[in-house]
């Protein structure tokens, strides 16, 4: 069997890690998908009105069309700000914790 290169010989041995916080990604997304799409639905409702379409109709497209961007521009704040926080990280030493020897569980 062979060793990942990163984990010590010895069990009770300190691993150096690098350590970052991420921010996740859906509410990004979301957050601006919904920005996205409120601004579509506003300038649809504003816009002049037009005679091939109804004002539901517009809204409805312009607040897919708006979505849709926000879902690619949050998308790209997330990669900033991503790369952002990964160049905060720091390096920490991890001490192993002593296993466990029962692994059957509590017994009562």
């Known amino acids: 069997m062979e060793q ?4 010590p010989s010895s ?10 916080a991420s921010p996740k990604f859906w509410p ?18 504003v816009g002049e009105p037009s005679e091939e379409y109804s004002r539901a109709s517009a809204s409805g ?7 849709g961007l926000g879902v690619g521009i949050g998308a790209v704040v997330y990669v900033i700000v991503d790369r ?9 030493l991890a001490v192993p914790l002593a296993e466990d020897t029962d692994s059957s569980g509590p017994q009562g």
């Open 4 to 7: 990942h290169p990163a984990t």
């Open 11 to 20: 069990a009770d041995q300190p691993i150096e890690v690098q350590v970052h």
């Open 28 to 45: 990004f997304v979301l957050t601006f998908l919904v920005i996205g799409a409120l601004v579509g639905l506003i300038v649809g409702l």
């Open 61 to 67: 497209f312009f607040a897919m069309f708006c979505g």
């Open 84 to 92: 952002v926080t990964m160049r905060k990280s720091s390096n920490h």
